[in-house]
């Protein structure tokens, strides 16, 4: 029980020496670049230290007026840090309110990259409200597919739709990412057909998309994609499940054992489209509306793991949430039957 106690001794001590450290390093590194010491994530180091525990998330925001205002807070003294200090315990790295420059992005794809000596291994990093651009979010995209992530959230960035045209080409047959935010980034109806394309073709499941203007035609492109996706799917479950009732068959015959059914997918479980400019007011009017209705209808049926849908925001009128609340309502039935 000593040597237990004295082990675990030694490992708060270790601890308090690779934050009090990392602390101490990103500060100069502020000093040397002339950078404003994040107050948020000093407090946050601190809290680790009093703790004797290791930071796993790390939330760098501006939320506050610095003491020398000429003086801004930038990400490069944590991405230096990180880099000195081979910090490999980091999980989460929220970035909030920073202006973020090519250099910045650039660095940061280096390290979420799974690559050289020291692994950094990322899931989740939030960049919100941080000036991204086009050229940044393309290098950030190239990336993705040689990093740890699942979790990407880029709200509040302006890249626009051929900004969201190189992120989808750095996540084409990604199988890991599990979760794409990208709420009021000005995408417009043609990043419907870009995300249309991704989403069936990889592993995210949890898509939010509110505050944008996708309209009638972009929110149609993108359901349109999922919902075949969804029905081509349906039909190869049940083609599978007779082969598989078939050999189970005989197997039982042949004394051997039966095998298990074939795990088919990816599936988009949660949709958020909220305030998407989702009506009848659009180029394709009145009509545009009823379109998409019936590719959603279509999904609501055919997907069985879609559990959250969003569309708050939009008016696709009475007629249109009527056909919704019976897709709903056939789909309940449905479930019932089953179990």
């Known amino acids: 029980m000593k040597k237990l106690k004295k082990t675990k001794k030694e490992q708060r001590k270790n601890v308090l020496v690779i934050v009090q450290k990392f602390l101490s390093t990103y500060e100069h590194h502020c000093t040397q670049t002339s950078s404003a010491v994040s107050s948020v994530f000093v407090r946050n ?26 003086r801004p807070v930038t990400l490069k003294p944590l991405l230096m840090t990180i880099r000195d200090e081979r910090y490999m315990y980091g999980k989460e ?7 973020l420059n090519n250099e910045d992005i650039a ?22 409200d941080c000036g991204i651009d086009t050229w940044s979010i393309e290098r ?25 045209r190189g992120l989808c080409q750095g996540l084409k047959g990604n199988g890991q990412l599990l979760t794409l935010s990208m709420c009021y980034c000005n995408l417009g109806p043609s990043s419907g057909s870009f995300l249309g394309n991704l989403v069936p073709n990889t592993a995210i499941r949890d898509l939010f998309l509110d505050g944008n203007d996708l309209q009638c035609e972009g929110a149609g492109e993108l359901i349109k994609f999922i ?27 042949e004394g051997r054992k ?22 009848g007011r659009g180029n394709e009017g009145k009509i545009g509306a009823m379109k ?34 019976d897709a709903l309502r056939e789909r309940k039935e449905e479930k019932e039957v089953i179990n």
């Open 45 to 70: 180091l601190q809290k680790c230290i009093a703790r004797q525990e290791i930071l796993t998330k790390l939330i760098f925001a501006r939320l506050e007026t610095t003491a020398d205002s000429s």
């Open 93 to 99: 790295l929220c970035v909030w309110h920073v202006p």
């Open 107 to 128: 660095n940061l794809a280096i390290i979420l990259e799974l690559r050289g000596r020291t692994s950094y291994p990322f899931s989740k990093i939030e960049l919100l």
């Open 140 to 164: 950030l995209g190239k990336s993705l597919k040689f990093s740890a992530l699942t979790c990407i959230v880029l709200d509040y960035n302006k890249f626009r739709d051929e900004g969201l």
């Open 227 to 253: 919902a075949e996706h969804a029905e081509q799917m349906t039909e190869k479950q049940s083609e599978a499940s007779l082969d598989i009732q078939r050999e189970t068959s005989e197997a039982f015959l």
């Open 258 to 279: 039966k095998k298990e059914i074939p795990q088919i997918g990816p599936w988009l479980s949660k949709l958020h489209l909220a305030d998407n400019g989702i009506d």
């Open 292 to 325: 998409f209705t019936e590719m959603l209808c279509q999904l609501i049926k055919l997907s069985h793991h879609l559990t959250e849908l969003h569309l708050d925001g939009n008016c696709l009128g009475e007629l249109c949430g009527k056909q919704i609340l």
